[in-house]
Every structure is written in C-alpha cells, then in structure tokens.
C-alpha cells in the first residue's frame, strides 16, 4: 500500500527565512507520481507541482524549488526567502498507477500525506 | 472558466437524514473524486471514478456512496450520516491515466456537520 509522511506537524518561520518541507513516501510500484498541493487559510487547494518517479530533477520555480530522490523516497520542497502569503498547510501526495498503463487504460488512486502547516511570522 | 463546482457549500443536518452533495466540472476530464479532510488526518480518499459508470473505493469509503451518470457530474450521497461523517468535503477532477496521472482540480470545499 503506498504511503505519505510529512513529520514536520507545523513549523514557523520568520519572513525572508528559507525553510524545507519534508515528504517521505512508501510504494512497491516503479512508476508513480509525486505531488505537492497548497492550502491557504482561505481553504482552497492549490497545485504546486508534479513530478513522475523517472524524472529526478530537482525543479525552480521562483522561490519554490524540490527535491527529489528516489534513494531515500523523499520529495522535499523548500521556500526560500519566505513571505508571510507563504503561511498555509502544505500537502504531499503519491499516486501509484495500477494496473499498468496500457493505451490509455490505467486506474489510479491518490494519497496523501497529513500536511505540514507553515506560520511565516512577519 | 474552467472549475469544479460544489454545492451546498455547508451543510448542517441529523443524524440518519438521506442527503447529496453535488460536484459538477467544466473541464471534460474523465477522473473524478471526493476526498475528507479531517483535523490531523489530512485528505482521504472516499471514492474515485475513471469515466462514466466507473467507480472505485477509496480509503475511507464506508458510509458513503457514489454514481457517475455523466462525464462532468459526481454526486457524493450519505444515505444515513452519522456524526462521524461531519467533516470538510473536497471534489476533484483531472485528467484520465492514459498520458500520465495529472495534477488534481480542487472544488472549494463543503462543510458538513452531522448532529
């Protein structure tokens, strides 16, 4: 069965601060995909990004960069110079795809991890 | 523009009275699902569905049941709440599995409280 954890429960950082979230995944499958979603204090989940378990490039984006490896099933992503909009609950998500993917066929389920809330203190 | 709708928004009702929350999406995606989202448990998956008239259990589906009549439409029903199912609901859609598992649409939630 696949698995999620985010350890950090809630951490709180000061304004212009870098901080890491950890995810660290369980799966017996060799293809699957790894998520990250956004939930402001407004409720809403945001996409962050996507990274499927062939592609191990760390990814940029503005501030947001992850890091990706697939030797000790971590997705990790971290904020750098973080910003008081940053504070929300930030979710890990894996998603194995069974049975294999055969010409458009393929059924897949989505976990989660159990989030980590980030407090940017002003 | 492109979303996934949900309604009611919140809802307050009693134990052992039938009840449906809609989610409706404008994006032709072919996955659909419904997750709870409970204090300290994260997001679970309910339900899922791959296309019309097909559907699969979840995680946590007991309790809960669902029919895809319709591409765009996933209505989760409760035929009898219990207060256990009080709860944040969030409905979601994507693309289907053929090119590679897509980043989920979030509705934006539907508050349930069960007395």
């Known amino acids: 069965a696949q698995k999620v954890t985010q350890a950090q429960t809630e951490i709180s950082v000061v304004e212009k601060e870098d901080v890491t979230l950890d995810c660290v995944y369980e799966?017996?499958?060799?293809?699957?995909?790894l998520f990250w979603y956004k939930q402001p204090p407004s409720g809403e989940l945001v996409f962050l990004i996507r990274?499927?378990?062939?592609?191990?490039q760390n990814e940029i984006s503005g501030r947001y960069s992850w890091n990706f490896q697939k030797s000790t099933s971590s997705f990790n992503f971290t904020i750098t110079a973080s910003q008081v909009v940053d504070s929300a609950v930030y979710f890990c998500?894996?998603?194995?795809?069974?049975?294999?993917?055969?010409?458009?066929?393929?059924?897949?389920?989505?976990?989660f991890g159990k989030g980590t809330k980030l407090s940017v203190i002003p | 523009e492109a979303q996934v709708t949900q309604n009611p928004r919140y809802l307050i009702t009693v134990t052992g009275k039938k009840l449906t929350v809609t989610c409706s999406q404008n994006?032709?995606?072919?996955?659909m699902s419904w997750y709870r989202q409970d204090p300290g448990l994260g997001l679970r998956q309910i339900y899922y569905?791959?296309?019309?008239?097909?559907?699969d259990k979840g995680d946590v589906p007991e309790g809960y049941k669902v029919s895809r009549k319709e591409k765009r439409n996933f209505p989760l029903i409760l035929e009898s709440p219990s207060p256990n199912q009080t709860s944040l609901y969030f409905c979601?859609?994507?693309?289907?599995?053929?090119?590679?598992?897509?980043?989920?649409?979030f509705g934006p939630g539907t508050r349930l409280t069960v007395t």
């Open positions: 994006m032709n995606h072919e996955y």
């Open positions: 998500a894996l998603s194995e795809v069974f049975p294999p993917v055969y010409s458009g066929a393929g059924s897949y389920q989505l976990t």
């Open positions: 979601a859609s994507s693309l289907g599995a053929g090119t590679g598992i897509h980043e989920q649409y």
């Open positions: 799966t017996r499958d060799t293809t699957y995909y």
């Open positions: 569905s791959m296309n019309v008239e097909v559907t």
């Open positions: 990274r499927n378990s062939f592609d191990e």
